[in-house]
């Protein structure tokens, strides 16, 4: 039997770009309080018994060890006219929070304000798989804004999603 196949690491991440998906934050609270931040696209639905979620950070991370240690984060689903708090998330500042007023949740956890969902979670379990380590949480909470539009992620780049008119499918 052969080795496993050697693929290109940039191939494989334009390739997974064709993938469109919505954009979230994840949202906690460090052990010395600090408020937690970060833009995940890579979130999934598990369960619905009991409500599970998961979400993936990468390993270097400089935040990982704060949510790994965390009993409860929050999973903000963005709005198509959010992709500044997305930008702004996805990167290396330390002070994400900057100039912004979060809301608090049921569990504690900071909540970014106008988000189209917003599911509050107790940590349930996690994994390490390859470059990553895979959260899943039990909802304990929701809100939803059915009526907004979704921020999405497509081809390395944010966009908002095209609606056909009403009766075309």
């Keep these: 039997m052969d080795g496993p196949s050697v693929i290109d690491r940039k191939q494989f991440r334009q ?12 949202t906690g ?8 931040g970060v833009t995940v696209n890579s979130f999934s639905s598990v ?3 009991p409500p599970l979620i998961l979400f993936c950070l990468d390993k270097g991370l400089r935040s990982l060890p704060a949510f790994k240690a965390a009993s409860h ?17 996805a990167s290396r500042d330390d002070d994400k929070w ?16 106008n988000a189209m969902a917003v599911l509050e ?4 379990t996690q994994f390490e798989a390859g470059d990553h380590v895979i959260f899943v949480g ?13 921020l999405i992620f497509h081809s ?5 999603l095209a609606m056909s008119p009403e009766g075309v499918s």
């Design 15 to 26: 390739t997974l770009g064709c993938f469109p998906t919505g954009v979230t934050v994840v």
């Design 29 to 36: 609270m460090g052990p010395d309080g600090e408020l937690l």
């Design 47 to 49: 369960s619905l018994e």
């Design 73 to 89: 984060y929050t999973v903000n689903v963005l709005c198509q006219d959010q992709g500044n708090i997305a930008t702004r998330f």
């Design 98 to 113: 900057r100039g912004m007023v979060p809301l608090h949740g049921e569990n504690g956890c900071p909540v970014i304000g």
């Design 121 to 124: 979670c107790a940590a349930y």
């Design 138 to 150: 039990e909802v304990v909470a929701i809100r939803a804004r059915p009526d907004a539009r979704p």
């Design 156 to 160: 390395g780049r944010y966009e908002a």
